[in-house]
Structures are given as structure tokens and as C-alpha cells.
């Protein structure tokens, strides 16, 4: 069956730091690829998408990378501050299709 | 602006009571999704829509049912809640992302 692994422990990180949260996947050839940040008790929000044929995306401080091969995504987040402190979701969308696949999801908290 | 709304925020009821949680969107998406999430879990897809009067059930087995008479509004009912209805449901729209919500968190006592 498709299956996302995001890691379920929290990753915790000094600020100014670079934060890498991972995204592996397994029985899936997904078309397109999708990071989003929930905050506590809201709605996710979206950061990024990035295409299958695609290795690298960036978006200010945010970068993407989707490796199809190894069937992993890694999503970073450049001098990072308190603020982007939440829970972060991968998601996983096949081409033809409109009903994404969503992680657990990793928890980012970054320390003053 | 664009941008998708739900209501109520927050809504405290009794078992047996029916509701309805609004959800519309100015997105001009035609497509549209509930989903159902607890604290700290994953989110669970339990309805969607591909446009006006289209509607399918989601992966996780609901009790709720939908309708999708305008584009633009995306309502969910529950004709009789009960305890284990007690969660965050979640509205989206997507072209291709999906834009969600802010939530509408449901307590049936």
C-alpha cells in the first residue's frame, strides 16, 4: 500500500540554523510533490510544490529537493527563526489525479 | 481577496442535535474537500467534490453527507452528532495545491 514516513519525533534547532525535515515514500510514483505548515488548532497552509521531473525548488528562505529515485523529498528552511516554529506536511499527488496523499507530518521547533 | 472561510469557528453540542458546517470559497476552484483531523494526527479525507452537484466519500468512513449545489459552497451535515463526531473538520480548495480553511472544531457532549 502507498505509504509517506515523516519522522515523528520532533526536531528541535537553534536559531539561525538550517532546519531539513525528510519525506520518504514508498509504493508511490507521485507526479507532484507538496510541502504545507500547520499551526496548532488551524488549517494547513501551502509552502511549495515541486514537479517529478524537478530536482530543486526554492522560495525565499525555503528549499525544496525531490528525488525520485531514492523516493524522498527534503525540505529546509534557511537562518531559521521562532516563528517558523509548527508542524510540517509533505503530500503526494499522482498526474491525473486531485486527492493528495498527506504525511503525519514533522514538528519543527526553533529555539531562541 | 481570495480566500475560503468556514463557520462556526468552534461549536459545543448535544448528542442527537443535526448541524450543518458552513465552508465557502472565492477561489473560483471547482474543487473542494472535508477532511477530519484530531490533535496531533493525521488529517483523514471524508468527503470531495469535483464541481456542482458532484460529490464522492473520502477515504475514512463519515456519517456526515455533503452537497455541492454552487460552486463556491461546500456544506457538511451531520443529522444526528454523537461524541465520536467530536474533531477539527477542515474545508479545502485546490487547483492543484490544496488551500484549506481555518477549521471549524466540533465537541458533541
Known amino acids: 500500500s502507498q505509504k509517506i514516513e515523516q519522522n515523528s519525533e520532533a526536531l528541535n534547532i537553534q536559531e539561525g540554523k538550517t532546519a531539513t525535515l525528510t519525506c520518504n515514500y514508498t509504493?508511490?510514483?507521485?507526479?507532484?510533490l507538496q510541502w504545507y505548515r500547520q499551526d496548532p488548532g488551524r488549517g494547513p497552509v501551502f509552502l511549495l510544490l515541486i514537479r517529478e521531473n524537478e530536482k530543486e525548488k526554492r522560495k525565499e528562505r525555503l528549499k525544496v529537493t525531490f528525488d525520485t529515485t531514492l523516493k524522498q523529498s527534503l525540505f529546509h528552511i534557511t537562518a531559521s527563526q521562532p516563528a517558523d516554529s509548527a508542524t510540517y506536511l509533505c503530500?503526494?499527488?499522482?498526474?491525473?489525479?486531485?486527492?493528495?496523499?498527506f504525511g503525519r507530518g514533522t514538528s519543527l521547533i526553533v529555539h531562541p | 481577496e481570495a480566500d475560503i472561510y468556514q463557520t462556526p469557528r468552534y461549536l459545543v453540542i448535544g448528542t442527537g442535535k443535526k448541524i450543518t458546517l458552513e465552508c465557502s470559497q472565492t477561489m473560483g476552484h471547482d474543487k473542494m474537500y472535508w477532511y477530519q483531523q484530531d490533535p496531533g494526527m493525521e488529517l483523514h479525507l471524508i468527503h470531495y467534490s469535483y464541481g456542482v452537484n458532484s460529490t464522492e466519500k473520502g477515504d475514512l468512513s463519515s456519517e456526515s453527507t455533503v452537497s455541492r449545489i454552487r460552486t463556491e459552497h461546500f456544506p457538511l451535515t451531520l443529522e444526528s452528532a454523537r461524541p465520536s463526531h467530536t474533531s477539527q473538520y477542515l474545508c479545502a480548495s485546490s487547483d492543484l495545491a490544496q488551500f484549506f480553511g481555518p477549521g471549524t472544531r466540533l465537541t458533541v457532549l
Open positions: 509504493n508511490y510514483s507521485p507526479a507532484y
Open positions: 503530500a503526494l499527488l499522482s498526474g491525473g489525479s486531485y486527492i493528495p496523499t
